[in-house]
């Protein structure tokens, strides 16, 4: 059982290239979501994702855009990509349901630098 | 708009000893949940322990335990027997009961050092 795998694991932009970090998660899972962890801080949540074809913003979606096109599957991309979108990106899956204690399965991270 | 704020940016312990780390919140809502993660050097988050706030009895797993105080908003983590092991950044976690598709809020993180 695979859980949730991201790649790719490490990844240089240069200013202004485009790229999409790629998610998928084998447990059938509704939500998804991308967080990214700046050096020393907490997650931030960029978007989610209730279910194939509805995604949603979170706290910090600029210069992202994200697309749900199967259960499985939920990349991000990354547009004109700057320097202060340098950070490790987390993809996590959960089971849904509101009185679910719904534990969040993390992929690995993927640490990516623009420069 | 819920925060988790934790004021330890740095922590460390005597193998075998007990340390404690602090979490406070803030909400409006009477019903959610509380996490706690670790994220060890191989960057992978991993979930330590859960308290649903209609619950009065604190978690427990294993050497690890919390001190939920609804009232004054603190949710803090107790490592017994501290182990090299254990050594991680450690965050705290918010989540609504109800709505809101299970999104975690997080703290900043405690970075836990274990001292043979």
């Known amino acids: 059982n695979a859980g949730v795998t991201q790649t790719p694991k490490f990844r240089i932009l240069k200013i202004g290239q485009s790229m999409t970090l790629q998610c998928t998660q084998d447990?059938?899972?509704?939500?998804m979501y991308w967080y990214r962890q700046d050096p020393g801080m907490g997650l931030k949540l960029i978007y989610y994702s209730v279910g194939a074809g509805i995604t949603d913003k979170g706290e910090v979606p600029n210069g992202y855009n994200v697309s749900r096109s199967t259960t499985e599957d939920f990349p991000l991309r990354l547009e004109l990509a700057a320097p202060s979108q340098t950070s490790v990106y987390f993809c996590?899956?959960?089971?849904?349901?509101?009185?679910?204690?719904?534990?969040?399965?993390f992929g690995e991270g993927s640490r990516l630098t623009v420069l | 708009a819920q925060t988790v704020t934790q004021s330890q940016p740095e922590m460390s312990v005597q193998e075998a000893e007990t340390v404690t780390l602090s979490c406070t919140y803030d909400?409006?809502?009477?019903?959610?949940?509380l996490f706690w993660y670790k994220q060890p050097p191989s960057r992978q988050m991993i979930l330590v322990i859960r308290?649903?706030?209609?619950?009065?009895q604190n978690a427990t797993e294993n050497r690890f335990s919390v001190n939920f105080q609804k009232a004054a908003k603190s949710f803090s983590l107790k490592i017994s027997d501290s182990q090299l092991g254990d050594a991680a950044m450690y965050f705290c976690?918010?989540?609504?009961?109800?709505?809101?598709?299970?999104?975690?809020?997080f703290g900043q993180g405690t970075r836990l050092t274990i001292n043979p």
């Open positions: 976690a918010y989540r609504r009961a109800r709505g809101g598709a299970q999104k975690l809020v």
């Open positions: 996590a899956s959960s089971y849904p349901g509101d009185r679910v204690v719904g534990e969040l399965f």
């Open positions: 447990m059938n899972h509704n939500y």
């Open positions: 308290q649903e706030a209609y619950k009065q």
């Open positions: 909400t409006s809502e009477s019903d959610y949940y």
